[in-house]
């Protein structure tokens, strides 16, 4: 196994004080899991198809049905 730093400085020159702050945040920000993937849901419990607004008959309808949901 390697031993690689955890940080390098590339430019500047950064107080303990700095080091540290940053040193800190790294690790918290290393520390928190990260959130599980969204589950996919099946396309037959998709119920956004049932909302849109119903076709009528009539003038212009079939210019109507052609618009996106």
Do not use: C, Q
């Not at 945040?25 to 849109?52: E, G, M």
């Amino acid at each position: 196994m390697s031993e690689r730093p955890l940080l390098r400085i590339v430019r500047g020159t950064p107080t303990d004080e700095e080091l540290a702050a940053v040193t800190a945040v790294v690790a918290a920000l290393a520390a928190v899991p990260s959130p599980p993937p969204p589950r996919a849901r099946p396309l037959w419990t998709d119920r956004t198809a049932l909302l849109h607004a119903p076709l009528l008959p009539g003038k212009g309808s079939w210019r109507a049905s052609g618009l996106p949901r």
